[in-house]
């Protein structure tokens, strides 16, 4: 008789486990807001944050958001962009949709398949007389082509902005991410490596672009009754901003576990034949939060029969960002020959999987799970 098949991991393993700070003093910032009874609109916690991220980053200014779709859709707007502005497809969809949510055409442009970041040239060929913006993302946390972008963004009089969802506390050349472009966005959803349960920022150097993003968060209001600019409401709770003032105290344990669990995963992959662990520049400070594997042409396995046999064994592996926005529906109906300017992302769309990491997942997990990928077919 055969055995009754037993996953390797009893209980499910998530991508983007929830990294959690010291609970006591999460409780006791609460606490104090509820002592306070000042529960949201520039409070003390939001404040305060914002001033450590600014300091943290290096930048003049940091507008705490809910989250990190509304800080995009904030920052398009203060940044006046309109008609047509070129994005990557391999991304997450918010990207995309905080553009067309606002009547913002998104051209689509091609990625360099070994950092899995826009093209520069790609991005050339997209630019019409209706560009007036390129929104550049740090794609699992490795810089965009930021020099290059600029250099492209200069040329033709373009607005460029950086989609830093994945990039909290890395660097570009040893400067941190939130210096680059005319702002940067990020989010600090439950599932980043610093987060706010939801959130996000915008941080720039631009003290006018920084008000307007104040003002837009807070529905336009300067002071009581004064309405002097078109908004929304975009305000962090001051729960939120507890939340994350407690996990900025743990983000280097956060880091820490996620460099062990990459180096893990590097050696146990290192021979298995058909696979390629994304890198990550070592020069760089990078928070190392996706592992990103690439299942290559000649592994007699598919990328989905590994999934599958991943989550047979209960470790829930991710196909992000397939199949990439231009074919999912809003989008591929509006651009049906997408397909034909964007090979690479086409390509990468078939091939890529996320693994799980973070304080959730130790050396030995991240070992068991490559054991999986190496014989996807046994079990
Ligand atoms: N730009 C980029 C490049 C982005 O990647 C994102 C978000 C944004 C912009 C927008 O930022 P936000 O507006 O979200 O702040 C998740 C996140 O919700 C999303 O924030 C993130 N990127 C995206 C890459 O991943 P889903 O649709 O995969 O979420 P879901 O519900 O499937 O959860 C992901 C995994 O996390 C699951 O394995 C379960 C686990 N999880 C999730 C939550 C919320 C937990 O274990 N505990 C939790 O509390 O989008």
Redo the contacts with the bound molecule.
């Keep these: 008789m055969s055995q009754p098949f037993l996953p390797a991991f009893a209980s ?1 393993l ?5 990294n959690i700070g010291d609970r006591a003093a999460f409780l006791r910032r609460v606490e104090q807001i509820l002592d306070s009874c000042w529960l949201t609109n520039d409070g003390q916690m939001v404040c305060e944050l914002e001033a450590r991220i600014a300091a943290s980053l290096g930048v003049r200014h940091c507008v705490a958001v809910c ?6 859709a904030i920052a398009i707007r203060a940044l006046g962009l309109s008609g047509e502005v070129i994005v990557p497809s391999w ?2 969809v ?2 995309v949709h ?1 553009l067309y949510w606002q009547g913002i055409i998104p051209v689509f442009a091609d990625i360099d398949p070994e950092t899995h970041n826009l093209s520069p040239d790609a991005v050339c060929r997209m630019v019409t007389p209706r560009t007036t913006g390129i929104i550049g ?3 699992w946390g490795r810089p965009a082509p930021v020099d290059a972008l600029q250099s492209i963004a200069d040329e033709h009089g373009l607005k460029l902005m950086f ?1 830093a ?2 990039a909290f506390g890395n660097t570009c050349k040893g400067r941190s991410i939130g210096n680059f472009g005319a702002c940067e ?1 990020f ?6 490596a610093f987060n706010t ?4 920022a915008i941080v720039t150097h631009d003290d006018e672009l920084a008000e307007k993003a104040r003002l837009m968060r807070n529905f336009g209001f300067c002071g009581s009754d004064n309405v002097i600019h078109s908004g929304i409401n975009g305000k962090m709770t001051e729960v939120c901003a507890a939340f994350g003032l407690t996990n900025l105290d743990n983000l280097e344990n956060v880091l820490a576990a996620n460099r062990r669990n990459h180096a893990a995963y590097a050696e146990a992959l290192a021979d298995v034949p058909g696979v390629r662990l994304l890198t990550y520049d070592e020069r760089e400070r990078n928070n190392l939060q996706y592992v990103v594997l690439e299942v290559q042409e000649g592994n007699p396995a598919s990328r989905d029969e590994i999934i599958a046999a991943l989550h047979r064994n209960n470790v ?1 592996a ?1 196909k ?2 397939w199949p990439g926005v231009h074919a999912m529906r809003p989008y591929r109906e509006l651009f049906p020959h997408a397909v034909s300017t964007l090979p690479e992302t086409v390509k990468v769309a078939e091939r890529n999987i996320v693994l ?1 990491t973070g304080m ?1 997942v130790d050396a030995r997990m991240a070992g068991k799970i490559a054991a999986i990928i190496a014989r996807p077919r046994h079990g």
């Excluded at 998530?14 to 929830?18: D, E, K, N, T, Y």
């Excluded at 989250?67 to 995009?72: K, P, R």
């Excluded at 989010?187 to 980043?192: G, Y």
Aim: proline share 8%.
């Design positions: 499910p998530h991508v983007g486990r929830p989250n990190g779709t509304i800080a995009l991304t997450f918010a990207t905080a993302v740090h794609l989609d969802a994945h966005v989010s600090f959803h439950a599932t980043k349960m939801e959130g996000g829930l991710r992000y960002f799980p959730a």
